[in-house]
Structure formats: C-alpha cells, structure tokens
C-alpha cells in the first residue's frame, strides 16, 4: 500500500510541471511563420523547382536558435549539425584545415559547419545560399548571384559551382598536407588534388604525384568551377542509401565525394565490386582508370548483416518455443496466503476428501 501511495505522490509532482509549466508552441507562431514553419520553406521549394543532381544550401539565419539541425527540419542538404556524435571523419575533415579546437570537445557536437567558409563553398557543392535582407556578407555578393528576393529572404546561386563526385588526377601525402604553411595552400590542393595517408602512397600508381612546393597559396575558384564543368559524376538517380550516375575519364583519376568515409558505403563500377578510399583527412575517394564509367554507391549500416542473422534466428527461437513445443510441466498459479489457507480448510472438510480416506482404509 505505501508503494501505491509513493507512485501517486511521485506522478502528480513529476507529470504536472511536465505538463503545465513546459515550453509549448503557441499556435499564433505557425499562422505567423516563424520557427521551423518560416518562409525558409518557399525558398527552398522553389530551389527544388530549378535544380536536379546533388546540392547543398546554407543559409545566415537560423529558423530555430542558431538552425544547426534546420536541414532536417525542413528538408534539405547543409553541412551544419548538432548530434551527440557527429561523424568521426567529418571532425577529422575540419580539424586537418584547422578550424576547430582539437579539445574543444563541444564543438564536435555543435558543429557550425562551412557555411562562413566561403572558400570551400564550390568543393562542398554548397550551390545555393538563403539570407534575410542586409544579411549579405561580401563573400556571398562576390561568389553568388541574386535569383531574387521570396518573402524577404534573398535566394543566392553560386556563380563557381562544382559537380558532385569530381576527379582529380593527382595526390599528396596526408604529411605533406600537414606541412603545408599556407591555409589557402590546403584549400587549393582540395580542388586539384586527393590527400592520402602516407602508408597507402603506392597503391595508385597511375595517379601524378603532386609537388607540395608548387602548390599556389591563392585561390581561383573560377578557374577550379571551369576546369570541372561536364567531369563530375552524371547522377540518374539519388537517395540517401543509394546514388547512381555514370562519368568520363581522360585519365586515371581519384573522384572525390563530399561526404565522411564510412564502412557501410559499398561500390560497384561497372557492374563490378570496387573498393572506397579514405582521402582528404576524412572524405571518401573512388580510385577508377580512364574511360566510361556506370557507378553505384550504396550505403547499408554496419554489421547489419550479422545483425540480420541474429534477428531471424530470435524470431525463430521464439516462434519454435511459443508455438510448437509445449513446456514439460507448467508453473503453479501464485496464490495469496490467506486465499491458500482458506483453500486448505476448505479441503479438509470437504464430504470427498472424507469418503476418499474412508474408502483408503477399507482397501487396506
């Protein structure tokens, strides 16, 4: 009974604050578009309406506090997060280019993304960019071109874009990156070059090395955009778990996609298994030879097989025990003790149990 008493004191000072006193949405703040339900959405539904392939949007507002998880929300590609864990190799990504705090363990999970990165805009395929009015930096004047305004909110097109799944035909070491003394010397050879680890120098013979001591410590975006227009990967279809394309070679080349090198994507070129490599401090590469190429990328979690295995054999376990085999003797009900003592009085004095004992004697 004071169990009963404690569980109703605990529910009615817990659930009510819980209930009255949290931090709802007023109804008023849809029908005025604010938050998650703004006018960010008819932006990007006409985005949509213009667009085809693989993009991504940034925008200098957020929706929601400072929009770190808005993508989600409403529906489209950025490069800005907030998990518990972000993707290891995206962390890695940021902090070989030196824009995070290596200790800073909060960062990692508040991660504020390229957008204030206009510099590797293109390589991220960041094509298009959302600002309110007078939110405009010079870096989004000078690298994007004003489609219009929707409601307030400015929609910018970059005038430098780079295709998903671009080739590069030359590499450096993951060292050599390291040493590279000028931040814009790391940016540059991101646009013309795969960063591999030093371990793995060997395996592309085919690819040109790169001298580090020749690479410029300018940019020239639009020199990187011409250079790649009709070279990137030619998308047919795209999903989260799958992306399907074909692309033209002139030589071997190492094609660089823009998301974190992770065990569960698998690849098949020409219908054959390939393999992915680990570049550029945290990307995924594909190494292919010249020539016409059909890709399939296809992404399943990790160890999914095995637990798919484990699975079906629970779900066997459990149908085999609870529908065909009958258990060999059943538990006994649990019964109350005052209810078992009047059971057993009543036993004894039942007429069957005397005529069974009488009858017991006769026999002997």
Do not use: C
């Amino acid at each position: 009974m004071a169990i009963v008493f404690l569980s109703l004191i605990e529910g009615v000072v817990l659930s009510y604050p819980a209930l009255n006193n949290r931090k709802a949405i007023k109804a008023d703040r849809f029908a005025s578009r604010e938050l998650y339900n703004d006018y960010s959405l008819e932006a990007l539904k006409y985005i949509e309406s213009i667009e085809d392939g693989f993009y991504r949007v940034e925008k200098t507002y957020g929706s929601v506090l400072s929009g770190l998880n808005d993508s989600q929300a409403q529906d489209y590609f950025d490069t800005r997060s907030y998990r518990s864990h972000n993707h290891n190799n995206y962390i890695n990504f940021i902090y070989a280019l030196d824009m995070m705090d290596p200790q800073d363990e909060l960062a990692t999970r508040w991660l504020q993304g390229l957008g204030t990165v206009a510099e590797l805009h293109p390589f991220f395929h960041i094509k298009y960019m959302l600002a309110k009015s007078g939110e405009e930096s010079n870096a989004i004047k000078l690298n994007y071109e004003n489609l219009g305004e929707l409601n307030g909110i400015n929609i910018y097109k970059s005038k430098f874009p780079i295709p998903f799944g671009f080739p590069v035909e030359s590499y450096i070491t993951e060292s050599e990156f390291k040493s590279l003394s000028s931040y814009y010397k790391r940016l540059s050879t991101l646009y013309t070059s795969a960063i591999i680890p030093d371990d793995e120098a060997g395996e592309y013979p085919n690819l040109a090395k790169k001298d580090a001591t020749t690479i410029f410590s300018s940019l020239a975006l639009e020199s990187y955009s011409l250079n790649n227009v009709g070279k990137g990967l030619d998308i047919t279809s795209f999903s989260q778990s799958k992306i399907t394309g074909s692309i033209e070679l002139s030589a071997p080349s190492m094609i660089i996609f823009t998301f974190p090198f992770d065990e569960g994507w698998r690849v098949n070129v020409d219908g054959k298994k390939s393999s992915l490599s680990y570049v550029d401090n945290g990307l995924t590469g594909l190494y292919i030879e010249e020539g016409s190429h059909e890709i399939v990328l296809k992404y399943r979690p990790p160890f999914y097989e095995y637990g798919l295995v484990l699975f079906l054999l629970g779900l066997g376990a459990l149908i085999y025990f609870g529908l065909f085999k009958e258990p060999k003797s059943k538990a006994p009900f649990l019964i109350p003790m005052e209810l078992k003592s009047n059971i057993e009085k009543a036993d004894e004095k039942s007429p069957s149990k005397t005529i069974g004992s009488k009858k017991s004697r006769k026999i002997k």
